[in-house]
């Protein structure tokens, strides 16, 4: 939920999602400072994550509307 907040806060739409194996998969779209920011973020996680890595693809944007965790 840490991440939705900090999504929306920010004005980012996409999603969130825990994965089976442990990881977090995330999808930002919105102005490119802002996807940045969310990026850096997730680069520190909230307070009490451990964060391994984070690989960045970039993709076309689809039109998202909001951010919803998945």
Known sequence: MSCARRARAL???G????RPDGTVEAVFEGEAAA?????GWCRQGPPM???AGVDVYE???TGLGEFAVV
């Open 49 to 51: 994550a451990h964060v």
């Open 59 to 61: 993709e076309v944007p």
């Open 15 to 18: 999603s969130v999602s825990n």
């Open 35 to 39: 996807v940045e920011a969310m990026v």
């Open 11 to 13: 004005g980012v739409a």
